[in-house]
């Protein structure tokens, strides 16, 4: 039983930063973040292979997120910073080892206008 459980959103002003944490992420799975913003579809925020030997960022996320991953602690990260208000959305982490794919029950951002 995989059970991932992410944290760290909250209402962030303009320029502010939060460290997104999802928790289960075994060191055996490939992990994304991905959001969905009211009304739009599911989007790749950023990716990290088994090793951290690969990345993935979506073109938003280039320059202001980043992920990382603590095996022994069985934890992803995503630190954004510089956030905007069009960052907000639930983000969920998503862990992959084929031909499972398991789901977080997401975190809510929230961008200040």
């Known amino acids: 039983q995989v059970q991932l459980v992410e944290s760290g959103g909250g209402l962030v002003q303009p320029g502010g930063s939060l460290l997104l944490s999802c928790g289960g992420a075994?060191?055996?799975?490939?992990v994304g973040w991905h959001r969905q913003a009211p009304g739009k579809q599911r989007e790749l925020v950023a990716a990290?292979?088994?090793?951290?030997?690969?990345?993935n960022y979506a073109n938003f996320a280039k320059g202001r997120f980043t992920i990382s991953r603590d095996n022994a602690k069985n934890t992803v990260y995503l630190q954004m910073n510089n956030l905007k208000p069009e960052d907000t959305g639930t983000y969920y982490c998503?862990?992959?080892?084929?031909?499972?794919?398991?789901w977080g029950q997401g975190t809510q951002v929230t961008g200040a206008s």
């Open positions: 075994r060191g055996i799975f490939n």
């Open positions: 990290i292979t088994i090793g951290s030997t690969n990345f």
């Open positions: 998503n862990a992959v080892r084929w031909p499972a794919s398991h």
